[in-house]
């Protein structure tokens, strides 16, 4: 099981700042494999 996270703040047009998780899940099993991709935002 690789998984591989990375985090990107992005900036909105007000003071908010949301930051954007993307969570990439690359699982190898059974001779074939499996990619799952997981995008998740949260804001303060």
Do not use: H, P
């Amino acid at each position: 099981m690789i998984e591989s996270v990375k985090q990107v703040e992005l900036l909105s047009d007000g003071e908010e700042q949301v930051k954007a998780f993307v969570v990439v899940e690359v699982d190898d099993e059974d001779g074939g494999f499996e990619i799952k991709f997981s995008l998740i935002f949260s804001s303060r």
